[in-house]
């Protein structure tokens, strides 16, 4: 027997996507009638028969995407919301935003408000005191599919960038410069957080350089936090060659509080972070940071949630996406140079 043709199929014979492709099967107003034709006539060319059991269940959906992010101040959470808003706008869906504050507790609260409200999936960037099993037990009782962005939990569907990766080859550009000694600074306990190390570490050691990285260097993602992290370090006595903040909000605050204390970034001490958003391009020296690439996260985290929509939320093997990474080679690191 023949397999069945797909939606897929039909959307990449039409040169269109397959959620166009979804909302012509549908029947919606919003697609021009160019485009259904060059849907429906590549429909009839690969005999691509339409799912009444598929359809109403799509009938019975409240067409609303619940996202779940810790807050909006930060660019990457910001890039990551556009990047699915767009994808779901396009098929014809709703997004309801809850901000966790990167509480679990919150955002249990928040996840059971929009099941509440009949979302049919949601997108959710895990607070990093996420118990995995209180989070399966939640969204499985009510069949919601759960698509994880940038913090992984095993089990669940993921879409985020390679943290090791990206932190290993961090860790060759600043041993190469000749740090002899890197703090990681900030952050709250999570697999992120974990990657990143694992990424320096391993790299580090192999070229016979320290990583010092500790419980009480981790902090509050956020300015405030850095500030309060690097000021730790220095209290302690300990200067580092090479300061790498857990993301570019961390290192806003490195920044500050290394100048309120005579020190300056990229000549006294050379400082890197993750993300790469237009916080890293605008600091005075220009910032060097792994670039993770939210937009791409979000669009790709959506898009995996579509397909299991479109396929009923049936038991297949978990999804994962590791986004590839790129260093972002600035002045905070490339003009220090060793001391003598």
Wanted: proline content about 5%.
């Amino acid at each position: 027997m023949a397999p069945r043709i797909t939606l897929e199929e039909v959307s990449k014979a039409a040169g269109v996507s397959k959620s166009t492709a979804s909302l012509v099967v549908r029947g919606s107003s919003r697609i021009p009638e160019s485009t259904a034709v060059k849907v429906r006539d590549a429909m009839a060319q690969l005999g691509y028969v339409y799912n009444r059991q598929a359809a109403n269940l799509r009938e019975s959906r409240s067409m609303t995407i619940g996202l779940i992010v810790t807050e909006i101040v930060n660019p990457y959470f910001a890039e990551v919301a556009m990047a699915v808003d767009e994808i779901t706008h396009e098929a014809g869906y709703t997004i309801f935003i809850g901000y966790s504050r990167d509480l679990a507790e919150r955002q249990h609260e928040i996840i059971a408000s929009m099941i509440e409200r009949q979302v049919d999936g949601l997108l959710l960037l895990p607070a990093p005191d996420t118990d995995p099993e209180r989070l399966a037990k939640q969204v499985n009782a009510a069949n919601v599919p759960v698509v994880l962005l940038a913090r992984r939990f095993a089990g669940f569907d993921y879409v985020g960038s390679e943290n090791v990766k990206g932190a290993g080859m961090l860790a060759d550009h600043l041993a190469a410069l000749g740090c002899k000694s890197v703090a990681l600074l900030g952050g709250r306990p999570a697999p992120s957080l974990l990657e990143r190390e694992e990424g320096l570490r391993v790299s580090l050691e192999k070229a016979g350089c320290e990583l010092w990285s500790v419980n009480e260097f981790r902090s509050a993602i956020t300015p405030e936090g850095g500030a309060s992290a690097v000021g730790h370090l220095f209290d302690l006595g300990r200067l580092p060659d090479a300061v790498v903040a857990y993301n570019d909000i961390v290192a806003q605050g490195v920044y500050d509080e290394m100048r309120r204390r005579g020190l300056e970034p990229g000549r006294d001490i050379a400082v890197a972070s993750f993300d790469d958003t237009r916080i890293a391009a605008s600091q005075v020296p220009p910032m060097t940071s792994v670039a993770g690439f939210p937009q791409e996260v979000g669009a790709k985290g959506t898009e995996m949630l579509m397909k299991r929509l479109a396929d009923g939320n049936e038991d297949i093997p978990t999804q994962l996406i590791l986004v590839q990474p790129q260093l972002r080679i600035r002045s905070s690191t490339a003009t220090w140079r060793p001391r003598t």
